[in-house]
């Protein structure tokens, strides 16, 4: 079969990665969507059960540092677009072990768009009609402080009461973890590619996602799952962090839309204006799981644990997402409380997935970091 587009995405079979390629491959049948993962720890093929024979989908296992490998399967596969979302991702890792968080983010980054750049520049139309798609974090713009109170969920008007003190596209990147420097590295590298050779690259930076097929080390799942179990709930600090929520389903969309339609070398940040302290978050959780299992609300607010603060630990992180909104139309479908439910209903429907990750290597894992708290 002929295919309109020929569309890579990179760290497809992780979290956010997989959502974006079963949009994609279920809205545009007439793109070949090509998911490229090294199925690290973090990937996972179970995630997309439902579309992993659909036609227009393939599966290639490679290193985004394989610079041969990827070179070739642009050639083969005659490439014309590439969201890239693989990377090395949890925070807490980066902190133990920054050298891989470097080798993926940033050498990963800088192969596929020297192989990008190879290909592209070797056809007859070069960059015409062809798009690299940069994911990234708003955790590169540092932390900001704590000004007004949390939980303004998808009030796209919170900046006329509480004044501008979100990141914006234009925000100074000012990096704190070994995670957020190696993706603040790889953004440079992207935009440089522009600059340089005029490849027709944009960079997002998203806020914190929460939602189905999260791996659980991060806050929600980890927690769920531990609610479940009653196993302690492990707090850093006082639980006084802030976060900006945004449902994962939501950044696929947007991702759709800028993929087709943001502007060259434009960076668009993603959020929802949905701020929450963590400890208020975990309550929520708390509540929601205790709720759906059919326990007493609140009954596991006792596991909450406070623990050694994470080592550098950024204060608040909140999106400024304006720009998006205005330009290209787009906004959260879901409140928070709705987004929530959903989630907390679809890890207690699927031990099996949470379960199989859950054993083994992982648990191990888990065991070491909680030892060191
Ligand atoms: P994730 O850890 O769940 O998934 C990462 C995927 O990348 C996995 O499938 C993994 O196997 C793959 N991968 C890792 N190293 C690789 C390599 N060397 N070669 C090929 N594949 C490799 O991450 P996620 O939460 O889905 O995040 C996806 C992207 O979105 C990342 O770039 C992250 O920085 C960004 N982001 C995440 C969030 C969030 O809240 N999770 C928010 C904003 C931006
Ligand atoms: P996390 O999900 O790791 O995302 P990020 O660090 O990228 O924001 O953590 C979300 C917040 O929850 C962050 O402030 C750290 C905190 N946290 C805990 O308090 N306990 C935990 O066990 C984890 C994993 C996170």
Same mark, same amino acid.
């Given at each position: ?14 979290f ?11 809205? =545009? ?69 920054? $050298? ?78 070994? =995670? ?21 690259? +944009? ?6 996602n929460y939602g189905p097929y999260q791996f659980p080390?991060k806050?929600i799942p ?19 962090? +802030?976060?900006?929520?945004? =449902?994962v ?86 409140? $928070? ?37």
């Amino acid at each position: 079969m002929e295919f309109k587009r020929s569309i890579v995405i990179t760290g497809g079979a992780g979290f956010i990665g997989s959502h974006v390629v079963r949009l994609f491959v279920n809205k =545009y049948p007439e793109y070949k969507i090509i998911n490229l993962d090294k199925l690290t720890y973090a990937g996972n093929l179970a995630n997309l059960k439902d579309i992993e024979s659909a036609p227009n989908y393939r599966f290639v296992k490679m290193d985004i540092c394989d610079f041969e490998a990827f070179y070739q399967l642009m050639q083969d596969e005659h490439i014309d677009g590439i969201i890239h979302l693989a990377a090395e991702s949890h925070v807490d890792r980066s902190i133990k072990d920054p $050298f891989t968080f470097a080798r993926t983010n940033v050498m990963g980054t800088l192969s596929l768009l020297q192989a990008a750049k190879l290909y592209w520049e070797s056809l007859p139309e070069h960059y015409e009609g062809k798009r690299f798609y940069h994911i990234s974090t708003d955790e590169v713009y540092g932390a900001l402080e704590l000004t007004h109170p949390e939980g303004k969920a998808n009030d796209f008007s919170a900046h006329e009461v509480y004044g501008d003190d979100f990141f914006v596209e234009t925000t100074k990147y000012n990096p704190h973890s070994p =995670y957020s420097a190696s993706k603040a590295s790889s953004d440079h590298f992207v935009r440089a590619f522009h600059d340089t050779y005029g490849m027709p690259t +944009v960079v997002t930076n998203c806020s914190n996602n929460y939602g189905p097929y999260q791996f659980p080390e991060k806050l929600i799942p980890l927690f769920i799952n531990n609610i479940r179990h009653r196993k302690p709930l492990p707090v850093y600090g006082k639980g006084e962090n +802030v976060r900006d929520w945004l =449902y994962v389903e939501d950044h696929a969309r947007a991702i759709d839309l800028i993929f087709h339609e943001g502007k060259v070398a434009e960076t668009y940040n993603i959020g929802g204006f949905n701020e929450w302290k963590n400890i208020d978050i975990i309550k929520v959780v708390i509540n929601t799981v205790d709720r759906l299992l059919g326990r007493k609300e609140g009954e596991d607010m006792d596991l909450i644990t406070y623990v050694t603060d994470r080592a550098g630990h950024d204060l608040r992180y909140a999106i400024d997402s304006r720009k998006l909104k205005a330009e290209l139309g787009w906004e959260p479908c879901l409140q $928070f409380e709705e987004g929530i439910e959903k989630t907390v209903k679809w890890y207690l429907e699927n031990q099996e997935w949470m379960d199989n990750i859950t054993s083994g290597e992982y648990e191990k894992y888990y065991e070491e970091m909680y030892a060191d708290r």
